[in-house]
């Protein structure tokens, strides 16, 4: 029996452990958010603008977060991509950076993320 509690309890833990989600889900999440208002200010449609339909890199240990959402163009799989820049505790947008996530004047473009989903999911780094 009390093999049975010490298995059940370590299997609870890395449930637990694995639910957990990442270090950067709140900020990719407010960035989402940010990007949604501004489109929706703007006067677009924000269908679609859900995580399970971008592709989000975290550079830097989350001072820098490039996004992009899917379409449904096939002529442009990804949407032009926006950059926020984290200040005190929130983020900014970032002007003057390029759509196409090529060659922007940080450099990110050269850099390996920190992190990177694709359609909500984990996307596995090469070093």
Do not use: W
Not at 49 to 58: D, F, G, L, S, T
Request: charged content about 35%; glycine content about 10%; aromatic content about 10%.
């Amino acid at each position: 029996m009390k093999n049975l509690c010490i298995f059940l309890s370590l299997i609870m833990m890395i449930v637990l452990t694995a639910c957990g989600g990442n270090k950067y889900d709140d900020a990719i999440d407010k960035v989402i958010g940010l990007e949604k208002k501004k489109d929706k200010e703007y006067g677009f449609d924000t269908d679609g603008m859900e995580r399970e339909n971008a592709i989000v890199r975290v550079f830097d240990g989350g001072k820098y977060i490039q996004l992009g959402f899917y379409t449904d163009n096939p002529n442009r799989e990804i949407a032009p991509y926006s950059y926020y820049e984290k200040i005190g505790d929130s983020y900014k947008e970032l002007d003057h950076m390029p759509g196409n996530g090529e060659n922007d004047r940080l450099g990110l473009s050269k850099k390996i993320p920190d992190y990177e989903e694709a359609k909500g999911e984990e996307t596995k780094l090469e070093e």
